[in-house]
């Protein structure tokens, strides 16, 4: 049976009021007892366990005997790239969006620039383990001393990671000026530092190579922008690679059961809430493009179903380009 409209209300006030009161933070830093968490906080304590009973129901904490804690998915969400706070902001712009369709973030980079380096590092976090098994995926397809460009880089998790496997390959990393410090934080920890060329530039206008790279990596990227600019970022980036390079693009995926639908309406919608044109395009809609820029498209791989199906769409540059001469 599909969740009750009653059910649906219940868990959002939970979330809601267990934010507002500290109890979703508290409970996300250690396991505890409905009725120490009650004390410590200055909450109801029958009050707690009903609220807490409610995330049970739903799968996002565990309970054993008296004890609460956080599923390791629920976890990581509160953990999340804009953390408690920041995701509250986005939904209570709800309905400013739906009167007006304004976003929280205007056109152009210059708001992401200025908001991402304290994003980044979060979602970096929160996507270790999916980029841990797309660096053993991306290092069977890779030959020796590949060279590989990450655009929008981030904290880059999912190239950083291809490094950890495959010591050998030269990594580019590029992203928007005030990112890039996080950028390079990021790989100085992971111990990277001095193995990685770090590029400050825009990805819709940065200079980039000619069929030199054998892998780009593209994460999280073409979900912040509307289909022609994602287009238009493809098409770009397809001349970059050797023949038999790789094209990544590492987002969400439409799932194919209910459970899978709803994430990513979702997540579309939180998207859309936050960038003009923001949506996880479609696999087929990215192989469209791929096959347009003159690269082959290839079967998806999908990375964890944890919160959402997020996986790989990857494009491949034929073997048997033409380079030109007589």
Do not use: K
């Amino acid at each position: 049976m599909s969740a009750t409209l009653m059910q649906i209300e219940s868990v959002h006030a939970v979330l809601v009021a267990g934010r507002d009161t500290g109890l979703l933070q508290r409970l996300a830093a250690a396991p505890a007892t409905s009725v120490n968490l009650a004390r410590e906080l200055g909450l109801d304590a029958v009050a707690t366990e009903r609220a807490l009973e409610v995330l049970h129901a739903w799968g996002m904490v565990e309970r054993e005997g008296g004890v609460f804690r956080c599923t390791s998915w629920f976890a990581n969400e509160l953990r999340g790239p804009e953390g408690l706070a920041g995701a509250g902001r986005i939904w209570a712009a709800m309905p400013n969006y739906l009167r007006t369709g304004s976003t929280l973030m205007g056109e152009g980079t210059a708001n992401r620039d200025r908001a991402y380096p304290e994003v980044v590092p979060r979602l970096a976090a929160m996507f270790d383990q999916a980029a841990r098994a797309f660096a053993v995926e991306v290092a069977a397809r890779l030959p020796r001393g590949a060279v590989i460009l990450d655009v929008g880089a981030g904290s880059a998790p999912w190239s950083l990671a291809v490094l950890d496997v495959r010591p050998d390959v030269t990594l580019r990393l590029l992203d928007l000026p005030q990112v890039c410090e996080a950028t390079r934080a990021a790989a100085t920890a992971r111990g990277h530092g001095s193995r990685v060329d770090i590029l400050a530039g825009d990805y819709m206008s940065a200079p980039l190579p000619v069929e030199t790279l054998d892998l780009v990596i593209a994460a999280n990227v073409l979900h912040l922008e509307g289909e022609e600019r994602a287009a238009a970022l493809v098409a770009r980036l397809a001349p970059t690679l050797r023949a038999g390079g790789w094209l990544a693009v590492v987002d969400a995926l439409a799932g194919d059961d209910e459970a899978g639908r709803r994430a990513h309406a979702a997540y579309a919608l939180h998207l859309a809430l936050r960038l003009p044109g923001g949506y996880p395009h479609l696999p087929a809609t990215l192989a469209r493009w791929m096959t347009a820029a003159g690269l082959i498209p290839r079967e998806p791989t999908v990375l964890s179903r944890e919160t959402m199906v997020l996986g790989v769409v990857w494009g491949q540059r034929p073997r048997d380009l033409y380079l030109g001469g007589d």
